[in-house]
């Protein structure tokens, strides 16, 4: 299961030099891999543990938002929801 990022994601991740990531949620964090192709840029491995982790699952994944603080790339992703949608 890989969680595809919007344009904008993508983008940011693309012209950096980064393989993994470590989403921080309101439950815990978890490191991911990072696989960046040609067209496209996904979160893999570990994206599985982080929704089990948050109880998050296919009904639900429209509402998750990434945030990351500083304007070059960061590994530390926070990740947002609003649990009155769950």
């Known amino acids: 299961m890989f969680q595809y990022l919007r344009k904008d994601c993508e983008n940011y991740y693309r012209h950096?030099?980064?393989?993994?990531?470590?989403?921080?949620?309101?439950?815990?964090?978890?490191?991911?891999?990072?696989?960046?192709?040609a067209t496209s840029v996904k979160i893999g491995s570990g994206w599985k543990k982080f929704c089990a982790l948050h109880d998050l699952n296919a009904d639900n994944l429209e509402e998750i938002f990434f945030?990351?603080?500083?304007?070059?790339?960061?590994r530390?992703?926070?990740?947002?929801?609003?649990?009155?949608?769950?």
């Open 16 to 37: 950096s030099d980064l393989s993994s990531i470590v989403l921080h949620g309101p439950v815990g964090e978890v490191e991911c891999k990072l696989l960046i192709t």
């Open 67 to 74: 945030e990351v603080e500083f304007e070059r790339p960061s």
């Open 76 to 86: 530390h992703v926070k990740v947002l929801y609003n649990l009155t949608f769950f």
